[in-house]
């Protein structure tokens, strides 16, 4: 397992851009797989983002493609999720999930991550 940490969101004016971080303990943070997920309220919890270990492959889903970017840093055990051009529906609670495997693909399914954040709030004003 892996601790996971979010910080970052906030409130922002539709348009703007934010950056999330998602801190995590250990030194094998390098052997896991990281994805974004949101939920707003009344709503499933959704794919945004995933990363593989070596972070040369990423995943979004379509209605973030080009606006969001998400990386991270192994030596730092850090993840990021970069979001531009923020609209209103993009409003919701994020999450920073992880899952330790053997392979280095990325995966847009939440039922495969194991380590979960508490989520860091993202609110986009029209």
């Known amino acids: 397992q892996v601790q996971l940490v979010e910080s970052g969101g906030g409130l922002v004016q539709a348009g703007g851009s934010l950056r999330l971080s998602c801190a995590t303990s250990g030194r094998t943070f390098s052997q896991y797989r990281v994805g974004w997920f949101r939920q707003a309220p009344g709503k499933e919890r959704e794919f945004v983002a995933a990363?593989?270990?070596?972070?040369?492959?990423?995943l979004y889903r379509d209605s973030v493609k080009g606006r969001f970017t998400i990386s991270r840093d192994n030596a730092r055990n850090t993840a990021s999720l970069r979001m531009n051009n923020l609209k209103s529906e993009d409003t919701a609670l994020y999450y920073c999930a992880a899952e330790f495997t053997y392979t280095d693909l990325v995966q847009a399914n939440p039922r495969e991550y194991t380590d979960w954040g508490q989520g860091t709030q993202v609110t986009v004003s029209s």
């Open positions: 990363i593989n270990k070596r972070g040369d492959s990423t």
